[in-house]
């Protein structure tokens, strides 16, 4: 059964404090693995999109790694504003492009 | 903004009422996934259209259903309303299918209270 495990459930950091989410999937293939972020009360909003093992992607203070067995968000000397909670999702190849959430990382980072 | 709009942002109704959620995708984007986020199953893709055909089903209830009409846009109608229907609703729209078009962008969503 094709699966995503992220862990820790929460996070607290302090400004500039820099830490790493992880996200484990179990899927028979993989078309892409996805990261979102959630405010609360609002739609997730896309960030990356990794398809091939060793691959990675930067946006400001985040970036995203992909291995065969899970992904890496490392986040770098965050700030309040990054606040949110952090979603995996995966689409099994041949499964017309659903996403399979993960639980979601809450990340709280205080000044 | 996403560019992915979905009407009402609020919605109270009570049991055994049926409602119907509406979502207009990203332009140019013709596949419509639906999904529902609620605080003990996290987020659970619902069904899927592409170009006005359903495409895939995951854990959607045969009390609801959903279509994507010719402009696009699709509607989510869910009946028979029980009190663990209450979640929010989120639409997201991709693209072709062509390479970089897997990406799916949310709506805002809609919350759904059912007292």
């Known amino acids: 059964e094709d699966q995503v495990t992220q862990s820790p459930e929460a996070l607290r950091l302090q400004e500039g404090e820099s830490s790493s989410l992880n996200c484990s999937y179990t899927?028979?293939?993989?078309?892409?693995l996805f990261w979102y972020r959630q405010d609360p009360g609002k739609g997730p909003e896309f960030l990356f999109t990794?398809?091939?093992a060793g691959e990675e992607k930067e946006k400001e203070r985040l970036k995203a790694t992909l291995t065969k067995k899970e992904s890496f968000l490392h986040i770098t000397a965050p700030k309040p504003e990054d606040s949110a909670t952090y979603l995996c999702?995966?689409?099994?190849?041949?499964?017309?492009?659903?996403?399979?959430f993960g639980a979601g990382t809450r990340l709280a980072v205080h000044p | 903004d996403s560019g992915v709009t979905q009407t009402p942002k609020h919605l109270i109704t009570a049991t055994g009422q049926r409602v119907t959620l509406r979502c207009s995708p990203r332009?140019?984007?013709?596949?419509v996934y639906w999904y529902q986020q609620s605080l003990d199953q996290g987020l659970q893709f619902l069904i899927q259209?592409?170009?006005?055909?359903?495409?895939a089903k995951g854990n959607i209830l045969e009390r609801f259903s959903a279509q994507q009409f010719p402009d696009l846009h699709s509607e989510l109608n869910l009946s028979s309303l029980e009190l663990g229907d209450s979640a929010l609703y989120f639409c997201?729209?991709?693209?072709?299918?062509?390479?970089?078009?897997?990406?799916?962008?949310f709506g805002p969503g809609t919350r759904l209270t059912v007292t």
């Open positions: 999702a995966v689409s099994p190849s041949g499964g017309y492009n659903k996403l399979i």
């Open positions: 899927v028979s293939g993989l078309r892409g």
């Open positions: 990794l398809y091939s």
């Open positions: 332009s140019g984007d013709l596949s």
């Open positions: 259209y592409y170009n006005g055909e359903e495409r």
């Open positions: 997201a729209s991709a693209g072709q299918g062509k390479v970089g078009d897997y990406e799916q962008y």
